[in-house]
């Protein structure tokens, strides 16, 4: 497998394992201790942390297709830099109930959003 498709595969495939297990530990350890609010905003943030780790294990699959494609791979950091940014800010809103770590979650969403732009540019420029 070439070194950018390895790389994404492994990383999505690590994301997705994380994206698991804080869905399991919001369902059974924060479930009883976090308003219904911040519940609410933990499964936001497992969700997308899971769709956008499955499209960055997609976009390892596509990077061994298409390795000299820089907007993959470009694609690829953009939706890890979402996971971080959007799901990270709200895992720490619903811990800390600190309403400002909010603010970080639109940059995270605009990573998402461009990368998944990027790459149907991507695709089209094949």
Sequence with gaps: MLPAAKLFVLIGAIAAAVGVA???F???ALKARL???LLATWQTAVQY???HA???TALGLLAQHLPA???VRVAGWLMLAGIVLFSGSLYALALSGMRGLGAVAPFGGACFIIAWLVLAFAVLIV
């Design 35 to 37: 308003s219904i609010d």
């Design 49 to 51: 942390h899971l769709w």
């Design 22 to 24: 804080l869905g399991a």
């Design 69 to 71: 494609s820089v907007p």
């Design 26 to 28: 919001g369902a059974h």
């Design 54 to 56: 499955l499209g960055l």
